[in-house]
């Protein structure tokens, strides 16, 4: 029995029970019941309903109804301090109990809990200068990398520019991953449109697509907006596209569709991810086999803690079609 409220009334009846046998006692030796000479037996029991039973339990009525009339309070203040929490989850920010929101004797919890997000807060700050950091240093290195590289010949400096230039993608999507998950993501987070967005991604990879011999068009269905970092978005679907791009057979069209709701789709001509094996791409570390350099397997699980860090998450699309989708919360009408 965890609920407070269950465990007060155990307690109110387990007293009741110990209380009743002990004002048994204590009335039988006062009236005398089991002595030689016993009163009246109805007068008797008239004078116990009247002097011991009625305010016994009036008492014990009035005590129950104040103690669970205490216990709901508490119990709403939990309920809207843990509403409070998640929101706060939700959108991805710290969130600090008010000394006066909670009883004092929980003081104890929540000021731990306080510190608890106090430090993971200044963490995630940590991660995300040292992310920058990073990414800024790799940034000049592969710049003079790419420069050295056109001291090659055209042949055999192509696929080294190329895994330069994959390099270069792959720094700027991590970092924008640790802006994702910065704790300030609320203030420089922005409203999505996206059909402006899924239009914007494919505009900008129409020439690869060309290139590759696929067709890449746009389609909307019912979209609604939602919040997030659209630099960020934009590379999570990017790299659906970009890995659509590769899986689809020549002359195959990649449709981006945008809804129904909070969702950008990406859906080509392959043979798609079953759920085990995109949950498998996702995973930190492992790489999709089929993918050049493996820099699908990457991808991917970069755009799904892309994905993740907006409260969305990435799904396949199968059995319906050949894709991956980008799931998101809606905005809701306050």
């Given amino acids: 029995m965890k609920s407070i409220a269950g465990k007060l009334l ?15 006692v204590l009335v039988t030796y006062q009236y005398g019941l089991l002595g030689r000479n016993p009163p009246p037996l109805n007068r008797t029991i008239l004078e116990i309903t009247e002097h011991v039973i009625v305010p016994v339990g009036v008492f014990l009525f009035l005590f129950g109804t104040g103690a669970l009339l205490v216990v709901r309070r508490v119990e709403a203040q939990l309920k809207a301090t843990a509403r409070d929490v998640c929101q706060a989850a939700q959108e991805l920010r710290s969130y600090q109990t008010p000394g006066d929101a909670l009883p004092t004797e929980l003081k104890p919890l929540t000021d731990a809990v306080n510190v608890l997000t106090e430090r993971l807060e200044a963490h995630a700050r940590r991660q995300e200068a040292f992310a920058a950091d990073a990414a800024h240093e790799l940034k000049t ?3 003079v990398l790419a420069v050295s590289l056109d001291r090659l010949p055209t042949d055999e400096a192509a696929p080294l520019r190329a895994q330069v230039r994959a390099l270069s993608e ?9 802006r994702s998950n910065s704790p300030d993501l609320v203030q420089r987070r922005s409203l999505i449109e996206p059909g402006a967005l899924a239009r914007r991604v494919v505009a900008e990879l129409a020439p690869a697509a060309f290139q590759a011999g696929r067709s890449l068009s746009v389609e909307e269905d019912a979209a609604k907006p939602f919040h997030g970092l659209e630099e960020a978005v934009a590379a999570s679907l990017r790299t659906l596209v970009v890995n659509a791009l590769r899986a ?14 909070a969702s950008l789709t990406v859906i080509d001509g392959g043979t798609g991810l079953a759920s085990d094996e995109l949950e498998r791409l996702k995973a930190r570390g492992i790489r999709a086999d089929r993918a050049p350099g493996g820099a699908a397997g990457l991808g991917l699980a970069i755009a799904d803690r892309i994905a993740e860090a907006h409260g969305g998450e990435l799904v396949t699309c199968l059995p319906e079609c050949a894709g991956l989708s980008l799931h998101f919360p809606e905005v809701h009408a306050a």
């Fill in 10 to 24: 155990f307690g109110l009846v387990v007293s009741g029970i110990i209380g009743g046998i002990v004002l048994g």
């Fill in 141 to 143: 290195p592969l710049a």
């Fill in 170 to 178: 792959m720094v700027d999507q991590l970092l924008l991953l640790a």
């Fill in 248 to 261: 689809a057979p020549d002359g195959a069209e990649v449709v981006v569709k945008a809804g129904p709701g």
